[in-house]
């Protein structure tokens, strides 16, 4: 389940913009 999960998470981030992902970086 857990490598379902960081799979799903993976493709979230292919959606997201560099600029968002640098975002979320930032904010984690």
């Known amino acids: 389940m857990k490598y379902y999960n960081e799979k799903r998470i993976k493709e979230k981030l292919g959606w997201i913009s560099p600029v968002k992902y640098r ?4 904010a984690a």
Do not use: A, E
Request: hydrophobic letters at 100%; glycine letters at 0%; aromatic letters at 0%.
């Open 23 to 26: 975002l979320i970086l930032l």
